[in-house]
């Protein structure tokens, strides 16, 4: 069998640069090495209602956000499917059925979200709907026979899950799913990019992200004020590398083309670290170089997004043209899931 990849993200906001490292390049490399039969891209609306339902505005505009920076980052509607959740309505009924098969409490110790509840303070307001959501997902994954899933690695507990119902389902009902398997990107500190405030995740709502779709400037100023080192005070201290977040974004983005180009009296970032360590070398002219390298990384992505800003409409036929696809490979498999559990009583109920 040739693999079949589905990924996704919710529609909160525009997607960053944590994203793009942690996951979107990889999805974008996926799609043009074309080691695949079919590759999804879902854009989760259903699942961002789970903390957004008194918001649903955020969500629909949101939609446009995440699929202009897809599609500006090199995915490509010629290759790959992109679609949006909620127009898949045999999701839904998958995630129902699936449901039977995971207790409340192995939700609630599911790593992500667990961490997830713990930032939106919901205690005794947890809505129901939230807590479910790793169900949803793995409706999601199994719905298009995924085998692989290029995600960051906040997302593996969903994964794991994914895969016991996979494992519940098969074992109950008889072989129906395709067990899924999470595919990270190799380098690792890619996997999950601290803010630019040093915090170790990067959000929206904690204000230390740098976006997509950020000018030139908005990315320099946000580089020139990123957490360092705060005992490197003069240029002559020795600097500390690790936890600096400038060096972890180098070692998340900078090639050795870049370093050569950008400083070249080095030869690589290692000497560049060494130079940091022993004191010397001044935050600014690192942070000049991180700069950079970012803004080389983001021209091309903003030179197109400014395309799919001024033909919206283009992009929204994209993304109805791949849910009407979506939807019926959905219902095939939602066929099976009934047959298998045996409430297709339409072809089995009457002679
Ligand atoms: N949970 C993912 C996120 O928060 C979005 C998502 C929904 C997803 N369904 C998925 C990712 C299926 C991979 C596979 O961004």
Redesign the pocket.
Known sequence: MKNII?????PTGRLHIGHYVGSLKNRVEMQNEGNFDTMYV?I?DA?ALGDNHDNIQKIRNNIIEVAIDYLSCGLDPNKITLFIQSEIPQLTELTFYYMNLVTLSRLTRNPTVKEEIKLRNFETSLPVGFVTYPIS?AA??TAFNANL?P?GDD?LP?IEQTREIVRAFNSLYGETLVEPKAVLPKNEVCRRLPGTDGNAKMGKSLGNCIYLADDEKTVNQKVMGMYTDPNHIKVSDPGKVEGNVVFTYLDAFATNEQIKKYAPEYNNLEEIKEHYKRGGLGDVKVKKLLANVLNEVLTPIREKRAYYEAHKNEVYDILFKGSDKAKQVAQQTLDKVKKAMGINYRDILKQ
């Not at 589905?6 to 919710?10: A, C, E, V, W």
């Open positions: 589905l990924t996704g993200d919710r879902m989760a699942q997902q999601d994954i899933v995600v997302q969903m």
